[in-house]
């Protein structure tokens, strides 16, 4: 069995939320992804904030983004305990997806064997517990 990346550790991670940002969160608490769209010019804002950078409305409607995919990746190694550990690595990843063109969301890839990761790879989502939420994290579709 080849290696494969760890998760990182999200438990004791306090995300800051604000009015804009808490949607999100919220949603994330019940594993859905959902990211904001202007409801007055249709489109994507992100990171989320109070105005649109096309049209400068509040209005914002909440959406489901589609299938992801990675934009860009790295490999991180990560040192193990003592000479004898195992060699483990994080792939930090940018992933994209199809009905939400301009968001691109920073991300984990875990449980992903290195040499399986490439640019435009199909990645699902999954779930991390935060201390006060629920973090996005990707593994490549198939994989899971
Ligand atoms: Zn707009």
Do not use: K
Request: proline share 10%; with cysteine; hydrophobic share 45%.
């Amino acid at each position: 069995m080849s290696a494969r990346s760890i998760c990182p550790d999200f438990s004791a991670l306090e995300v800051p939320m604000d009015h804009w940002s808490e949607p999100f969160w919220r949603a994330a608490e019940e594993h859905r992804l959902l990211v904001p769209r202007c409801g007055a010019c249709g489109t994507f804002r992100w990171p989320s904030g109070p105005f649109c950078s096309q049209c400068q409305s509040q209005n914002v409607e909440w959406l489901p983004p589609g299938q992801g995919r990675i934009y860009s990746f790295t490999v991180l190694p990560v040192r193990g305990d003592g000479e004898a550990a195992p060699p483990q690595f994080r792939i930090p990843a940018l992933v994209v997806f199809d009905e939400a063109p301009g968001v691109r969301l920073v991300s984990s890839l875990v449980d992903a064997p290195a040499a399986a990761v490439a640019i435009d790879a199909l990645v699902e989502v999954d779930w991390l517990a935060a201390a006060n939420t629920t973090v996005p994290v990707f593994r490549l579709r198939g994989e899971s």
